[in-house]
Each structure stands twice: as C-alpha cells, then as structure tokens.
C-alpha cells in the first residue's frame, strides 16, 4: 500500500532566490542566485527549486510579487534560558563604564528564582521574535543556573524548542565556588556533566580572563567530549587568550566571538575545521572594537554570523541587524554577510539540510520586502522580513 504523498507547495515569482547552492544560479557566487525562480516544498523538506517559468504544478500556490527569498536564517548561537533584565548596566555601560564578565551573576540569580513556566514563556517570546524576523534555526546554551539542577533544568528547558543544545555550566565560576574554582570545574566535568549530557548536543565553555583560563576550559571541553558533546567556545573575545587554538585543537564545530585573533590564531582556523563564528551584537552592545571578518576571509577561514542573544551583552535577536553591523564595520560583502548567516550557522552546527535551498535541505525559507538580499544590510533597521516558512509550514504572525 503506498502512503498518500505529502500535499505540495510553489512558491513562485521569486524576484531573486539565494540558494547557497553553487552552481544552482546564474551568476557565480556562493549564493547560487536564481531569478524569476521557484520553489516547491513538500513534507516538510524542498522537493523543488529552479526557474519560475518551468516550476510543476503543486497543491498550493503562494505569489511573492517578484520579492526576494533566501534559506531561514540559522542562528547559531544565543543564550535564552534567562529571566530578568539588565537594562541598567546597559544604561551604565553606554555611559561610560567597561563591560565585564561578572554582570552574569545578576541573570544567574534571576534565572534561578524564576519557574519553570516563567522561562519557558521567556525563550518562547524571544524566539517568536527571531522568527518574525526570519531566524528558523537556533542554538541555545544554559550557563545562568550554575547549580547541578538548575543547569538540568535551563536544558531541559531549552530542548522543547530545538535539538540545538549546549551545556554552558562553564559560563562564569558560580558565585558559591568564588574562592575555589577548582572545585567548580569538579562539578562542571561530574555530577553537573552527569546530569546535564543528556539534555545537550554540544559543550562550550566561556574561556576568558574572569572567566575560565586555558587549562580549565580544557579540562571543561575533554569531560563533555568524553561524554558525547561536541565542544564549542567562547573564545577570544575581550582579549588575546589560548581559546581559539584550543577550540582548533579540540575539533571544536565553532570557536565564538574572535575579536582579538594573532597571526597564529587566524592561520589555526583556516587550516582546521573549527568555524569562526562572528557576534556583533556584542561589540556593538559593548561599544568595543569590531572582529576583523575580512581578514578571517582572506586566510581562508569559515565564517559564521549569530546573535548571541542574551540580556547582558548582546540584546538583539536580529540576524538582519547583525547583517548589516557585518557589512558596514567587519569587511564583509553583502553576499558574503548573506552566506554565513545562513549557511554559515549552519557549518558552525554541522547542519548540511539547513542554511540552504536544495532538493531534500529542509524547506526553511524568508521572503523579503525587497528585490534584493542586499537589501539587508541597505536599509538597516527596517523590518524587511515579510513571510517565513519553518519546515515548509507558514509562521502565522497574526498580520
Ligand atoms: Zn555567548
């Protein structure tokens, strides 16, 4: 007996189509772009992608008026188990005073205080708004609990929403272990690993001074591993430190931030397989000194955008943003900003059926109000992000 075959879905009239699929368009990019193009989903996966004008008959049909359509953006990396706010060390912050890492401490005792329910309603309002504004992957860390349960329970939390989960337990010393931190990365790598691992995909650790130094984020690192986590780092971030060649060194997907990088630095990623995964958010957040995208590019390096979305140091769950931040400070190209928002998030989570439009890629995909993705970073500010599609199903946004 055959199964009843998924109904289908065209979009068509598609003014301009980034498929990040080369060879697909016809022009030479990365990008692959199509116009006049089409797309045709079916089971929650592309069935179909090419010119317009040739484009099978589907059960459904959507016109996008000529505008332009990319693959959903996979943001691959933000912190959004949280409760609370830190609007006045912003306001401080913007009035002079340095960022530093222990303006965590204040999230850690909100997040623990708040329910269950409370912190779910928080993650689901933040990537609500992520959606509408085109994010149809994400990845998302623990590290404002800092205690063997609340740890367990940030992930658990996170893990109703994606598959993309990463313990964080290393995020700051918890404030309970501030005079032994060697005790505190005991508990990290046992009984908080134990009871975490099962809720996570990946392990990351913020190695930075005040936070954990080379050996412990090491140590940090090789226990998740040993227990099936692949790391990822916050590396590099505040200043010069040993994170991004340890990130390279371990086989990390993604070392994170990269704003202060050596000669060395830059030569270990373009020659590994770890992706270096840009945040502008924070430098913009932070007012400090941009990550140098162009000369990642130049050597060779794969090149991530994200968010980073949390409420201390980057508050902002807008790719576009963070798209135009990258075109504007960090010496990317437009195209460029496009490809490692999306397909670049995706290499940084070892995704090949997302971040992309080709037949059997997850059918994740962001109409514009604008005839060019270009557009993104042209018109800063503006909410271009017009209909999202999640695995072939239309977000309702209540429009
Ligand atoms: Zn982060």
Known sequence: MNPTPAPTTLVTNIGSLVTNTPGTGDCATPLGLLHDAAVVMAGGRFVWAGPAARAPEADERYDAGGRAAIPGFVDSHSHLVFAGDRTAEFNARMSGHAYRAGG??????????????ELDA????????????????????????????DEARALRIAARHTDETTYLGAHIVAPEYADDPAGYVDLVTGPMLDACAPHARWVDVFCEKGAFDGDQA????????????????????????????????????????CTHLTDADVDALANGTTVAT????????????????????????????????????????SMPFCIALAVRDMGMTPDEALWSATAGGAAALRRTDIGRISVGARADLALLDAPSHVHLAYRPGVPLVREVWRAGIRADFGN
């Open 104 to 117: 965590i401490r204040t999230t850690v005792a909100a997040t623990r205080a708040a329910t269950d329910d």
């Open 122 to 149: 928080n993650i689901t309002r933040y990537l609500t708004e992520a959606l509408r504004q085109g994010t149809t992957t994400f990845e998302t860390k623990s590290g404002y609990g800092l205690t063997v349960e």
């Open 278 to 317: 840009l945040l502008p958010g924070a430098e913009f957040s932070t007012r400090a000194d941009w990550p140098d995208a162009r000369r990642l590019l130049a050597a060779g390096a794969t090149v991530a955008l994200s968010t980073d979305c949390n409420p201390g140091s980057s508050f902002t769950s």
């Open 218 to 257: 090491r140590a940090i690192l090789t226990a998740g591993a040993a227990r099936g986590l692949v790391p990822r780092v916050h590396a590099n971030q505040l200043g010069h430190g040993p994170g991004v060649q340890l990130a390279v060194e371990l086989n990390a997907a993604s070392a994170d931030h």
